[in-house]
């Protein structure tokens, strides 16, 4: 036995530096701290379930210099993103999103047939493919081989790469720069942001347009979205900080607008420093950023109180698992989102509570949820097996999903969601 006068705890002076990524402030305040938890897109297969699984720290913090929220880089963008189990094109409500946007862009830009549209983390072509359609030239860069594949197969141009400065200035040395340079939720995914800007800017043709969706932290905060922090999202952005980050590398945020889409998102529209007339910010833009100044999003105690929230709603949680079981009530998920796993593994649910999970998605049924190890079926089991309560795990498509799985109320059978809170319906 070690007594108390022998015994060493850990001390905070001991604690090594930790730069924030973008400032390189050192990092001292907690966003929230998840524990650990395996990789979000790792699905297994039936023969991994015999092996170790690794687990890594989900511990976010927030730069009290420029407010960035960011986790350390525990595992690699290579380990990550180059075989990928998300196939964009297996939701309906992402394809309309998508072709809307491709519509206005096309007019609100002027593109044409000599225009060149680029795409950062273009996935399986989901969207490109409208540009392609309107007749606009088209670039796919993404790292996962086999979406990219699934992107060539549809006859759009993708390059299987991981996105950086070296393969910008490749491009833009063979005159492929781009007109419009799209990047939808892949700003989070690359942990050299520095580097990432420094690519945009090399990429992007002198009267170009760089358009970019991310999830708004505000909204991050507001709903209590924790599930919305995993190992594949190093960093997570206000539009304050976000302006930060490009002025740094003389690109200029002029426009933004609000989303629905992922729980609330931005979309930002940037371009050159001295471009586009070399000032002025949109209406829209000038108001967000004072909605966030009023929210706080630039008080450091707005940040500090996110980790006692996320507490309470898993609390609540687990309240309504821990009655359910006790009823004898059977639970089944629908989705196998990597959202949905940050909140089974912080919460300690498994197969205990949640008897299957199922997907739309072919490359995910047949596997097995990562950490929690909830096996995923063909939603057609939910109709077999009739669960009393379906878990929306991608609360985002709650409205979709329950349409299409409407069936349930025939036995009785109701949806549950848990973020902002849990929701019986």
Not at 295 to 308: N, P, V
Not at 374 to 385: A, C, F, H, L, Q
Request: negative net charge.
């Amino acid at each position: 036995m070690i007594s108390s006068e022998t015994a060493e705890a850990p001390q905070a002076g001991r604690a090594r530096r930790r730069p924030c990524r973008f400032c390189r402030a050192h990092l001292e305040e907690t966003f929230v701290d998840l524990g650990v938890s395996p990789l979000s897109n790792a699905y297994l297969k039936a023969a991994d379930l015999s092996e170790m699984e690794p687990f890594y720290p989900l511990h976010a913090y927030v730069c009290s210099t420029c407010f960035l929220v960011q986790l350390e880089e525990k595992s690699s963008p290579r380990e990550i993103f180059s075989d990928y189990a998300y196939f964009s094109s297996f939701s309906e409500s992402w394809l309309e999103h998508s072709r809307r946007y491709a519509q206005m862009a096309v007019e609100r830009f002027n593109l044409d047939r000599e225009s060149m549209v680029i795409e950062i983390g273009s996935n399986d072509g989901y969207l490109l493919r409208y540009f392609l359609e309107a007749g606009i030239p088209v670039l796919g860069i993404d790292p996962a081989s086999n979406v990219a594949r699934a992107a060539r197969e549809k006859g759009i141009e993708t390059l299987d790469r991981f996105f950086n400065s070296k393969l910008a200035g490749r491009l833009a040395g063979e005159g492929k720069k781009a007109d419009l340079l799209i990047g939808n939720n892949v700003l989070a995914h690359i942990p050299d942001l520095n580097d990432l800007m420094t690519a945009f800017k090399k990429l992007l043709q002198p009267g170009g347009v760089i358009s970019l969706e991310f999830p708004h932290l505000l909204s991050l905060i507001e709903q209590k979205q924790f599930d919305t922090i995993y190992h594949e999202h190093y960093s997570y952005f206000s539009l304050t900080t976000a302006e930060q980050v490009f002025a740094a590398r003389d690109l200029r945020i002029f426009d933004a607008e609000l989303l629905e889409t992922h729980g609330g998102s931005l979309r930002i529209y940037a371009c050159h420093k001295d471009a586009r007339g070399g000032g002025g910010k949109s209406e829209r833009l000038e108001a967000l950023l004072l909605k966030e100044r009023q929210k706080g999003l630039d008080d450091i105690e707005t940040y500090r109180a996110f980790g006692k929230q996320v507490q309470i709603v898993k609390r609540e949680i687990l309240k309504f698992m821990i009655e359910a079981k006790e009823q004898g009530k059977s639970i089944a998920a629908y989705g196998a989102p990597a959202k949905g796993n940050t909140l089974l593994n912080y919460c300690g649910i498994g197969p205990d509570f949640i008897n299957y999970t199922v997907d739309l998605s072919p490359h995910k049924q047949g596997r097995y949820l990562p950490g929690s190890r909830i096996p995923i079926y063909d939603p057609e089991m939910v109709e077999r097996t009739r669960p009393d309560y379906l878990i929306i795990l991608p609360w985002n498509l709650k409205s979709e999903i329950s349409e299409q799985m409407e069936s349930i109320r025939a036995w009785g059978g109701q949806f549950v969601v848990f973020i902002p809170e849990v929701e019986v319906f």
